[in-house]
T-cell receptor, first 111, second 119 residues
Framework: SQTIHQWPATLVQPVGSPLSLECTVEGTSNPNLYWYRQAAGRGLQLLFYSVGIGQISSEVPQNLSASRPQDRQFILSSKKLLLSDSGFYLC??????????FGQGTRLTVV | AQTVTQSQPEMSVQEAETVTLSCTYDTSESDYYLFWYKQPPSRQMILVIRQEAYKQQNATENRFSVNFQKAAKSFSLKISDSQLGDAAMYFCAYRSDGPGFYNFNKFYFGSGTKLNVKP
């Protein structure tokens, strides 16, 4: 069966520090992968999606970037975090036909 | 772009009672999927139920059922015999089934409804 691993679960980082969140998928090949951000009490905002290695599309301009170095690995990064980057980040794999599967999420607090 | 609207930010239900969460969406497409996801305090997103637009029959999963009104673009979730474990944020989501990668795989989420279950 397919599973998504996302880490770390919780992260507290100072303003101006770098960020690296990792997501890996098991049980499938060439998955379509997504990064979402969820502000407190809000819905999900799509940040990036990727259809394959090295292929990244950005949904909204921001302080973050994404990379797909391997088929089943998706990384969310920042060179210098802002306070506004705080939130809950979710990695998702969306089946070609059907539903989305989500990782456990990362709670990022920028202080 | 498609939009998904959940007009009830928060709802409460007594344990063992029935509650209905509302969702409306806006689209010009004829083929699509609709989903309800549950997000408990752990914040793990859990699929509750899915509905294919081409199916006239409403989907059912144990105590969860939907009322899909395609013409009205309405997709409500009914939870029967509510349990304390049902307390969570519930998100309605839309996914296109049309041609082209971008539309085909993009999910649109509503803003969520927080469900409280009273013992």
């Amino acid at each position: 069966s397919q599973t998504i691993h996302q880490w770390p679960a919780t992260l507290v980082q100072p303003v101006g520090s770098p960020l690296s969140l990792e997501c890996t998928v098991e049980g499938t090949s060439n998955p379509n992968l997504y990064w979402y951000r969820q502000a407190a009490g809000r819905g999900l905002q799509l940040l990036f999606y990727s259809v394959g290695i090295g292929q990244i599309s950005s949904e909204v301009p921001q302080n973050l970037s994404a990379s797909r170095p391997q088929d089943r690995q998706f990384i969310l990064s920042s060179k210098k975090l802002l306070l506004s980057d705080s939130g809950f980040y979710l990695c998702a794999w969306i089946r070609v036909v059907g539903e989305a599967f989500f990782g456990q999420g990362t709670r990022l607090t920028v202080v | 772009a498609q939009t998904v609207t959940q007009s009830q930010p928060e709802m409460s239900v007594q344990e063992a009672e029935t509650v209905t969460l509302s969702c409306t969406y806006d689209t010009s497409e004829s083929d699509y999927y609709l989903f309800w996801y549950k997000q408990p305090p752990s914040r793990q997103m859990i699929l509750v139920i899915r509905q294919e637009a081409y199916k006239q029959q409403n989907a059912t999963e144990n105590r969860f059922s939907v009322n899909f009104q395609k013409a009205a673009k309405s997709f409500s979730l009914k939870i029967s015999d509510s349990q304390l474990g049902d307390a969570a944020m519930y998100f309605c989501a839309y996914r296109s089934d049309g041609p082209g990668f971008y539309n085909f795989n993009k999910f649109y989420f509503g803003s969520g409804t927080k469900l409280n279950v009273k013992p």
